[in-house]
């Protein structure tokens, strides 16, 4: 696979991984729309994900 490749897979993934977090936590959506908490937990979900990862 290509860089292109591999950065558009990765855009996909992220971007439906914050859809289903959005989805399954509405009342962290502020009233903008923004959800700087669903960043945070995804960004929280990908760290155990390298942890996991590394030390598997």
């Known amino acids: ?3 292109q490749t591999t950065d558009r897979l990765s855009y996909i993934a992220e971007k439906f991984l914050l859809d289903t977090i959005r ?3 509405p009342e962290w959506i502020n ?3 923004e959800c700087p908490k669903c960043q945070e937990y995804y960004e929280s979900l990908s760290d155990i ?3 996991k990862g ?3």
């Open 1 to 3: 696979m290509n860089n």
């Open 54 to 56: 590394v030390s598997s």
């Open 49 to 51: 994900v390298m942890i």
């Open 31 to 33: 009233e903008q729309g």
């Open 23 to 25: 989805a399954e936590h």
